[in-house]
């Protein structure tokens, strides 16, 4: 009410083993005591949906479950029991691009997490002496200037460009359903997302880069049919 940023609270840190079991108590006691406008998550992996996974069981109590690994049917589960889902690590074109358009229009994922800043302890330049360094957004030089690293120009941004325009041919599409070039935009968005399963973070191997250029030309395409 004052204004003030939002603050998510992170429960836990992919916990194991009987620590997962004590964390999915800790997520269920915040989730009944905590405020309702008190964001509270948790970082996980869940690739199963038997019931006697304690990292189910983890992934439910929280109010948002901050996936590393998943698939298609943990994600199913979580979501039958009421709970929510988000997705963090796998920093790529792809998981910021089409399999992101994935997860939020067909699973409903609530947010994609990933690190913005650099935790360097010394030359950020230099991958020993950092602390995760592929995966931040910037970092500084010796004037305090923000340099964008190439993971954020190569994979992050390239990855929501392919979001964007996937997210805007289906704007269209709902919006002008009986247009001409309508059944064949559904078609290039359906087609690609029928291709593969959420888990399938790794896809280099199957789409190279010449792919990528490939199918962004051709949403393009169709969004400029669609807009006239």
């Known amino acids: 009410s004052a204004g003030w940023l939002p603050v998510a609270y992170n429960l836990c840190d992919e916990p194991i083993g009987e620590a997962a079991l004590a964390s999915a108590a800790n997520a269920k006691a915040w989730r009944e005591a905590a405020p309702p406008g008190m964001l509270t998550t948790g970082a996980t992996s869940v690739s199963t949906a038997s019931p006697d996974d304690p990292h189910l069981a983890l992934a439910r109590a929280l109010k948002i479950a901050n996936l590393n690994l998943h698939d298609e049917s943990a994600l199913r589960a979580i979501r ?29 994922m609530k947010f994609r997490l990933s690190w913005y800043w650099n935790a360097s302890a010394g030359d950020p330049y230099y991958a020993l002496d950092c602390r995760e360094d592929d995966y931040a957004w910037v970092v500084t030089n010796a004037k305090r200037e923000l340099i964008p690293t190439i993971h954020f120009e190569r994979d992050i941004r390239e990855g929501i460009y392919d979001y964007r325009a996937m997210q805007t041919l289906d704007r269209l599409i709902r919006a002008k359903p009986n247009h001409p070039a309508a059944p064949a935009a559904r078609k290039l968005l359906d087609d690609k997302l029928a291709d593969f399963k959420l888990g399938e973070r790794e896809h280099d191997a199957r789409w190279p880069t010449s792919e990528y250029q490939e199918y962004r030309l051709k949403l393009s395409e169709a969004i400029e049919r669609l807009s006239q």
């Open 80 to 108: 039958a029991g009421g709970g929510e889902w988000a997705f963090y690590n796998g920093g790529s074109r792809w998981t910021f691009g089409t399999y992101m358009y994935k997860c939020a229009r067909q699973f409903g």
